[in-house]
């Protein structure tokens, strides 16, 4: 039983990554499947410094193309970053935060 630290997690439908952004290294939520993103995201014509989006590409949704990309958000931070895992026989495992 080793006490651990993880201060951030992700809604449901996205997963926690570790990124560098310039010299730092951050953490970010990047969704489990491509969704809909604005066209001009897979044209090119997105500004520059729009990074809500990674590996747009077009798609097919019946006689319609649409932009799809992996979206990217904040992590939502905890209040007990803290936690423990503990084994209790016949029961299994569980995760404690504090």
């Given at each position: 039983?080793?006490?651990?630290?993880?201060?951030?997690?992700?809604?449901?439908?996205?997963?926690?990554?570790?990124?560098?952004?310039?010299?730092?290294?951050?953490?970010?939520?990047?969704?489990?499947?491509?969704?809909?993103?604005?066209?001009?995201?897979?044209?090119?014509?997105?500004?520059?410094?729009d990074?809500?989006?990674?590996?747009?590409?077009?798609a097919?949704?019946?006689?319609?193309?649409?932009?799809?990309?992996?979206?990217?958000?904040?992590?939502?931070?905890?209040?007990?970053?803290?936690?423990?895992?503990?084994?209790?026989?016949?029961?299994?495992?569980?995760?404690?935060?504090?």
């Amino acid at each position: 039983m080793r006490p651990a630290y993880e201060p951030y997690y992700c809604h449901d439908g996205y997963r926690l990554v570790s990124r560098y952004g310039g010299e730092r290294r951050e953490a970010a939520c990047v969704s489990v499947e491509r969704q809909t993103v604005r066209n001009a995201i897979c044209r090119g014509s997105g500004s520059a410094g729009d990074s809500s989006s990674i590996s747009a590409r077009w798609a097919r949704e019946g006689d319609l193309a649409v932009c799809k990309a992996y979206v990217t958000q904040r992590p939502s931070r905890r209040e007990k970053p803290h936690f423990v895992d503990v084994t209790i026989d016949g029961v299994g495992r569980q995760r404690i935060w504090y």
